[in-house]
């Protein structure tokens, strides 16, 4: 069975950081891309960070700089860094492994940005 187990989500105040990590069971980690996303109230699951199973990293522009992803393929674990919080940074984020046929999703984490 595979599971994805994040944690590290809360409550932090603007201008914060947090670390977020996701545990992954049941899969060969290291043969899997891995992402986080991120979903708030009313809008669509959105894009984070990805880094693929050669250890190349992706992230949209606009959090390019403040959020970092990284990945240790012998504790199959995958953490995001996220630095100088802002209240739009509030939201669940998930964890997601993905190769050519599969694809797993977390149950997320909260992350609540706010004074």
């Given amino acids: 069975q595979v599971q994805l187990v994040e ?3 809360g409550l932090v105040q603007p ?3 947090l670390r977020l990590s996701c545990v992954v069971s049941g ?3 290291p ?3 891995m992402g986080w996303y991120r979903q708030s109230p009313g ?4 894009l984070v960070a990805t880094v693929s ?3 190349i990293t992706d992230y949209p522009p606009s959090l390019k700089g403040r959020f970092a992803i990284s990945r240790d393929n012998g ?4 953490y995001l860094q996220m630095n100088s919080l802002e209240p739009e940074d509030t939201a669940v984020y ?5 190769s050519f046929d599969e694809n797993y999703w977390g149950r997320g984490t909260q992350v609540t940005v706010s004074s």
């Avoid at 809008?43 to 959105?46: I, T």
Wanted: charged share 20%; proline share 0%.
């Fill in 7 to 9: 944690s590290g989500g």
């Fill in 15 to 17: 201008g914060g950081s």
């Fill in 27 to 29: 899969i060969i980690f």
């Fill in 31 to 33: 043969r899997f891309n």
């Fill in 43 to 46: 809008n669509q699951r959105e």
């Fill in 53 to 55: 199973r050669t250890n």
């Fill in 75 to 78: 504790k199959n674990t995958v």
């Fill in 94 to 98: 998930y964890c997601r492994s993905w």
